[in-house]
């Protein structure tokens, strides 16, 4: 592992076109479950029940309270992690130039990073099912199961949910960077939710070298990345900034 983290570092020190891709796992040392795997949210609950659109659309208050509502608990504690602060510091360095993410906690922008897709959208903000305003979740209060809008609409989360569209200018910019990236971290995500599961993909065949942290393989691992560092984000991409800094 020593090794990998020393190749990467040289990698990434000689590159300008380094983007990553992150997933649940980056936010797990920052207290926040991951969905599969080891404590994952869809072992306890059944995404299809909670998570899918028409489910919402069904019952939304039986999705506030089983899902949300810890949701904005945990999402409303949590702070960067190693992983995020390694990453921001990576793009202050001028290497990293923007960061793909599943997550919805916006956690690599607290850490500093600039320019964050937000694949799946933000947990940042409630939408209105009737007049479409969105509202900063943190001053949503919970008093009410769903809660809603001044307008008596329901809100929602403004986040993908299954059965929903990525939003397409954040389809077309991820893949627009995955083509002309020369480096790709695909860090902490199982890589099983199409499309971001696609992207590593296609920065491959445009060229890119994919590397994955993840403590766990996934789908990519040993065909579409070219290695993976296996540990947890925080400690592994601490110790990749810190081996780059002495690069410089
Ligand atoms: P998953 O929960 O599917 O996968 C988390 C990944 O993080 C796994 O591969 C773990 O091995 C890894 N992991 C766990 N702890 C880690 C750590 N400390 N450091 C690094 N990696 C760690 O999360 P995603 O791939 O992000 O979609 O899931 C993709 C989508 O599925 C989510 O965006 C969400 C979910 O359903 C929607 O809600 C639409």
Known sequence: ??????????????????????????????????????????????????????????????????????????????????????????????????????NVDGLHQLAGNTDVIEFHGTFALQRCLKCAKKIETAKVSLDEIPPKCECGGILRPDCVFFGEMIPPQHLFRSSKISRECEIMLVVGTSAV????????????????????????????????????????????IKEIVSEVELLL
């Open 1 to 102: 592992m020593e090794n990998l983290i020393k190749k990467t570092a040289r990698d990434l020190a000689k590159s300008k076109k380094v983007i990553a891709l992150t997933g649940a796992g980056v936010s797990v040392e920052s207290g926040i479950p991951p969905f599969r795997g080891k404590g994952g949210i869809w072992e306890k609950i059944d995404p299809m029940e909670f998570a899918h659109i028409d489910s919402f659309m069904r019952d939304p208050a039986k999705v506030w309270d089983i899902l949300i509502r810890e949701m904005k608990d945990v999402v409303e504690k949590a702070r960067p992690n190693d992983a995020h602060i390694g990453l921001a510091r990576l793009e202050e360095l001028g290497i990293l130039s923007a960061i793909i993410t599943q």
């Open 193 to 236: 939710v199409y499309p971001a599961s696609n992207i590593p993909g296609d920065a491959k065949k445009s060229g890119a070298k994919i590397i994955e942290i993840n403590p766990e393989n996934t789908p990519l691992t040993g065909s579409i990345s070219d290695y993976i560092i296996k540990g947890n984000a925080g400690k592994v």
